[in-house]
């Protein structure tokens, strides 16, 4: 391989040093592929792994590897795939619900030939797969997943006389009914994980919200009478602990509430373990992990699955050395080693057994079997942004009628995803 007078990757100074790729002979024959990702999304040994194997692999590639913060960066997306695309990224990471509101327009490159054709799209994980697409079409390719699991204290399962986690919903109320004792939590469950209000949801066959067709109208879908289910079980599983009913998992912080000892489970990523482990040693050794119940005990519950996902900017100057990019992230080796890595979720169901004995990332491949996202539309963020969905779980948790506060919440959504109201 040719000498270089630079690093090998050039990343934001939060990762690795060094700018610029060049090599010694002026190197016309070799292209630059500028790839954009998220901060933390990997780490620096896995970036300097991946960039060394793949140019050595490619060697008429160089890789230039820009890493972004998440604060303010759909504004530069946005802005990255309106212009020329002389300077711009060739592959950027994304936010799996976030690829609708790039792909509208058509600023992103079609890639569902090559998903179905080379990338094995039939195994990917729905949860990443499914907001992929916009119009039938898949734009954004699966990079990693992570979702929601139960994390436990084994010793106060123990002393409750649990000897196993539960596997349905009725099997966990009653164990949390049990825990719900002595001064402890049966379950810490804030009042407003709306996260976790979609997986009961879903598990009754319902959705947040549905679409009327292809390319159709959408409609708030809270007020269904299986959404009402799931917001019904989430009312029963939440009176079992002292979560407040007016703030979400992270007002204050569930993992600070886990630590001080006297919870039995919380519903959140894996990750979220070491956390409470640096702020109470005390801890370790005493926390397990199972997925998130489902309503039979064959299969875990649904979550909403939370990962990126890779596109290609309609305005690259680099295609070729893009799809290159993505078929070698995206692929068994390199999904697997980052997974590792990272304690994720590899983006294909067949490759869970690559990560297992790691009783969290286990448990979070489980479910991930089982993982979903957000309705598909570009507007979803503005319903994010005003939220009715907490607005409703709290006057549920403080004793409305939960058919009513629905339907109202039901109608914002509607009016926040109408077409015509930007």
């Not at 007078?5 to 292209?31: F, H, K, M, P």
């Not at 596997?167 to 994980?193: C, H, M, V």
């Not at 996202?373 to 503005?382: D, I, V």
């Amino acid at each position: 391989m040719r000498r270089r007078l630079l690093a090998l990757v050039c990343v934001s100074a939060s990762v690795l040093s060094g700018c610029g790729l060049i090599s010694q002979d002026g190197g016309s024959e070799r292209r630059t592929v500028t790839v954009w990702l998220m901060k933390d999304s990997a780490s620096q040994d896995f970036l300097k792994r991946f960039t060394e194997g793949f140019e050595a692999d490619h060697p008429d590639l160089d890789l230039d590897i820009r890493i972004q913060e998440w604060t303010g960066i759909g504004d530069k997306v946005q802005a990255a795939l309106k212009a020329d695309g002389t300077d711009g990224p060739d592959v950027v990471e994304v936010g799996n619900t976030q690829v609708p509101q790039y792909a509208e327009g058509g600023r992103l490159q079609d890639l569902t030939l090559e998903s179905m054709r080379d990338w094995g799209i039939r195994d990917w994980l729905p949860g990443l797969a499914e907001p992929g697409q916009w119009m039938s079409q898949q734009f954004g390719i699966p990079w990693y997943a992570a979702n929601r699991v139960v994390i436990y204290r084994k010793d106060l399962f123990e002393q409750a006389g649990i000897n196993e986690p539960p596997r349905t919903r009725e099997e966990w109320l009653t164990a949390s009914e049990k825990l719900d004792k002595n001064g402890d939590q049966g379950i810490y469950l804030a009042g407003q994980d709306w996260y976790t209000l979609s997986g009961f949801i879903w598990d009754e066959g319902g959705e947040l919200a549905t679409q009327d067709g292809e390319g159709g109208v959408w409609t708030g879908a809270l007020d269904s009478a299986a959404a009402l289910r799931g917001m019904d079980f989430y009312r029963e599983l939440q009176a079992l602990g002292d979560g407040p009913v007016d703030a979400d998992e992270e007002h204050p912080p569930q993992s600070g509430v886990f630590a001080k000892g006297q919870v039995a489970q919380i519903v959140a990523v894996p990750g979220l373990a070491q956390s409470i482990v640096r702020e109470n040693p005390d801890l370790k050794g005493k926390i397990g992990f199972f997925p998130v119940p489902g309503r039979s005990a064959d299969k875990p519950g649904a979550v909403f699955t939370g990962g990126s996902d890779l596109v290609v900017p309609k305005n690259t100057d680099q295609e070729e050395g893009a799809l290159a990019v993505i078929e070698a992230l995206a692929g068994e080796k390199w999904n697997t080693d980052l997974a590792r890595t990272m304690n994720y979720v590899p983006n294909k169901k067949s490759l869970a057994e690559e990560v297992s004995g790691e009783e969290g990332i286990e448990a979070m491949a489980a479910g991930a079997a089982q993982g979903r996202a957000t309705p598909g539309t570009p507007r979803w963020g503005a319903v994010e942004a005003d939220n009715p969905i907490k607005a409703y779980m709290t006057k549920v948790l403080t004793g409305a009628d939960a058919k009513s506060e629905a339907r109202k919440a039901s109608d914002r959504v509607t009016a926040l995803l109408d077409a015509n109201a930007r």
